[in-house]
Nanobody
């Protein structure tokens, strides 16, 4: 069972930045990424990155967020700049193994105040 542990969440004012980190308990060959869920809303994709570095971003975060992956350390980070109040959510780390097994972290809260 793969364990994913997020860190780096917190509170920041609009326009500020945060960097989230996710550490996996073992080597990950599949895709990794970040999702978020705001109160009363469905969980949505934020950004994903393959082991080779191919990225995908939600339209709402393009140009503001950047996802990074360190395969040697089994980590995936999300640099969030120009944060907006609508970015407030619980952010979850995710990975998919063997194209069929999904693993989720417990989530880290990000709160952006105006």
């Amino acid at each position: 069972q793969v364990q994913l542990v997020e860190s780096g969440g917190g509170s920041v004012q609009a326009g500020g930045s945060l960097r989230l980190s996710c550490a996996a308990s073992e080597t990950i060959f599949g895709i990794m990424g970040w999702y978020r869920q705001a109160p009363g809303k469905q969980r949505e994709l934020v950004a994903t990155i393959t082991r080779s570095g191919t990225t995908n971003y939600a339209d709402s975060v393009k140009g503001r967020f950047t996802v990074y992956r360190d395969n040697a350390k089994n980590t995936v980070d999300l640099q969030m700049n120009s944060l907006k109040p609508e970015d407030t959510a619980v952010y979850y780390c995710h990975t998919q193994l063997l194209y069929k097994y999904d693993y989720w972290g417990r989530g880290t809260q990000v709160t952006v105040s105006s």
